[in-house]
């Protein structure tokens, strides 16, 4: 079946510093690939999305995402934390048009 | 654009009694809507795909009798959790997809918190 694997459940970085939140897909035909954020209690955020083309993806907030094929992974980056970045990541993949997997997620605490 | 909303936001009932939870599309159509669950710090698991006058197709192991999904139209899809026991206390999370425009893309509500006492 397919899936997405996030390998990291918890990271915790200081504030100001970078990040790098890792996602991998199973490998097969590439899917459209997601990576959403979620505040406690709420619902999911959309912060960038990669269907084709350039593979490097600029989002909201100052994230962007690399698709690499040959690693079948899509990791998110942030060069620079803020506090109020503190949240759940869910990476996820739609395959076939209607299958979408999200993978565990990663929480990311940030220090003062 | 692509806003999708849920009703109610959170739901606390009583073992035994059913719960209907709606999910809208408020600015566009949409002939497919998902239901996801996801338990507290846990991943989302999609449960259904519901498509507008259709029946819903179900995940493997997701009772189909206890969860009715209907798609009465093309802006609203309602999941009722019927004989709701603790065990169904989730979070609930519909996502929409835009008949227009040949996207993929999912657009998701703002999610459901079911506790059942």
């Known amino acids: 079946a397919q899936s997405v694997t996030q390998p990291d459940i918890h990271i915790t970085v200081s504030e100001g510093a970078s990040l790098e939140l890792r996602c991998n897909y199973s490998y097969g035909a590439t899917p459209y690939l997601f990576w959403y954020v979620q505040s406690p209690g709420q619902g999911l955020q959309l912060l960038l999305k990669y269907f084709s083309g350039d593979t490097l993806v600029q989002g909201i907030k100052g994230f962007e995402a690399e698709f690499k094929r040959s690693q079948s992974s899509f990791n998110l980056r942030k060069p620079s934390v803020h506090w109020s970045d503190a949240a759940e990541y869910f990476c996820a993949a739609l395959y076939n048009n209607n299958d979408m997997r999200f993978g565990a997620g990663t929480r990311l605490t940030v220090k003062p | 654009g692509a806003v999708v909303s849920q009703h109610p936001s959170w739901v606390i009932c009583k073992s035994g009694t059913s719960v209907k939870i709606e999910c809208r599309s408020l600015?566009?159509?949409?002939?497919?809507m998902f239901w996801y669950r996801q338990f507290p710090k846990q991943s989302l698991m999609l449960m259904a795909t519901s498509n507008e006058g259709s029946k819903a197709t179900y995940e493997q192991g997701v009772e189909k009798d206890k969860f009715l999904i209907n798609h009465a139209s093309l802006t609203l899809s309602t999941l009722t959790v019927t004989s709701a026991h603790p065990e169904d206390s989730s979070f609930y999370i519909c996502?929409?997809?835009?008949?227009?425009?040949?996207?993929?893309?999912?657009?998701f509500g703002p999610g459901t918190r079911l506790t059942v006492t």
């Open positions: 600015d566009f159509q949409a002939t497919t």
């Open positions: 996502s929409a997809l835009p008949l227009a425009g040949n996207t993929v893309e999912q657009y």
